[in-house]
């Protein structure tokens, strides 16, 4: 997110983010963390349809428009940073839109111009589901003439330099490597690592 808001910010534009991320960053800020701030200019809320579809559909009572958010989304549908796939479609330029696989759906409201471009910022297929949700996500994008896009690789795993900075900040007593395929690598990081073994408890 810290990279897609930057670029946002180097191009004048406003990053779209979910109402999950909005509440998210709302929390950080909350606790003093450094993060993005919802009511940033470069920062956008994407409120969804949902199940009804009816919000901002004045056919409708406030009281039935709500019917499709949970009330902690509800906070943000007021918010001056609120946009709705009818707002970015009108002005596609000013938007970058965070929309991962679960999402693509609101493509079918965005409507994304052609030349519009999608970065796939997530690490590459690795197993049988994952390539097939990658072909799921490449149909989409076939569809609303995203294709080819641009991928970018991306994971939750430290780099060895992150890693070995982490530990010298923390100072821990121990190092117990539980998520790698070389833990004896962290033995060159720390006097006390224990590498776990099968059947072998570890009291901590």
Same mark, same amino acid.
């Given at each position: 997110?810290?990279?897609?808001? +930057?670029?946002?910010?180097?191009?004048?534009?406003?990053? !779209? =983010?979910?109402?999950?991320?909005? $509440?998210?960053?709302?929390?950080?800020?909350?606790?003093?963390?450094?993060?993005?701030? =919802?009511? %940033?200019? /470069?920062?956008?809320? $994407?409120? @969804?349809?949902?199940? &009804?579809?009816?919000?901002? *559909?004045?056919r409708?009572?406030?009281?039935?428009?709500?019917?499709?958010?949970?009330? &902690?989304?509800r906070?943000?549908?007021?918010?001056?940073?609120?946009?709705?796939?009818?707002?970015?479609?009108?002005? +596609?330029?000013? $938007?970058?839109v965070?929309?991962?696989?679960?999402?693509?759906?609101?493509?079918? *409201?965005?409507?994304?111009?052609?030349?519009?471009? $999608?970065?796939?910022? !997530?690490?590459?297929?690795?197993d049988?589901?994952?390539?097939?949700?990658?072909?799921? #996500?490449?149909? &989409?994008?076939?569809?609303?003439?995203?294709?080819?896009?641009?991928?970018?690789?991306?994971?939750?795993?430290?780099?060895?330099d992150?890693?070995?900075?982490?530990?010298?900040?923390?100072?821990?007593?121990?190092?117990? @490597?539980?998520?790698?395929?070389?833990?004896? #690598?962290?033995?060159?990081? /720390? %006097?006390?690592?224990?590498?776990?073994?099968?059947?072998?408890k570890?009291?901590?």
């Amino acid at each position: 997110m810290q990279s897609f808001f +930057q670029v946002a910010q180097q191009t004048d534009r406003a990053l !779209v =983010i979910n109402l999950k991320q909005a $509440y998210l960053l709302e929390l950080f800020r909350e606790s003093g963390i450094d993060t993005p701030r =919802i009511d %940033d200019d /470069h920062i956008r809320i $994407y409120i @969804p349809r949902k199940t &009804w579809g009816v919000y901002e *559909d004045d056919r409708f009572s406030e009281k039935i428009q709500l019917e499709d958010y949970d009330n &902690w989304e509800r906070e943000f549908l007021d918010h001056p940073h609120a946009v709705t796939a009818h707002d970015i479609r009108q002005n +596609q330029e000013d $938007y970058i839109v965070r929309c991962d696989f679960f999402e693509l759906k609101e493509l079918i *409201d965005i409507k994304p111009e052609l030349g519009s471009c $999608y970065i796939r910022s !997530v690490c590459e297929p690795f197993d049988l589901e994952m390539e097939l949700d990658l072909k799921k #996500v490449e149909n &989409w994008l076939q569809h609303f003439n995203l294709f080819p896009y641009t991928q970018i690789h991306a994971s939750g795993h430290l780099s060895y330099d992150e890693i070995k900075e982490f530990i010298q900040t923390v100072q821990p007593k121990t190092v117990i @490597p539980v998520h790698t395929q070389n833990p004896e #690598v962290f033995q060159n990081l /720390h %006097d006390n690592v224990i590498i776990p073994e099968k059947g072998r408890k570890v009291v901590l």
